[in-house]
């Protein structure tokens, strides 16, 4: 449970962009050039399909609010299910790079990486106890 806890906060520091090119990131993770090189084709080999996924999900999205203004109810919630499978699939896309990297880091340069995830993620999201 811990390890998916981990894979899954992990995102949010890869939202930050490229993080293997980010000079402190790489120092603090201790990322070797053949590590970062791996982690940029990994990315690029990846970007083409999350780009048409994306666009996938965008125009089911817009034929979901164009239904949603023009058609029966039925008809809408049948087509949710078009944008969940796109929403899907774009998931799926994103999660198999996110492990693909994973697995181009060492057990230590992963633990340092998810902690550098949770300190972030921290710092984002408040502690609703202190409200």
Known sequence: VAALLAFCAAPALAQRGKWWQDERLRRELGLTTEQSTRLEEIFQKTQPTLRQRMQALDK????????????????????????????????????VMLLRMRRSLTADQWAKFTALADQRNRQRTPDRRQR
């Open 60 to 95: 089911a999205e817009d034929e979901l609010d164009r239904l949603v203004e023009t058609a029966d109810d039925e008809s809408v919630l049948k087509y949710v299910e078009v944008v969940e499978a796109a929403r899907g699939e774009l998931n799926k896309t994103r999660t």
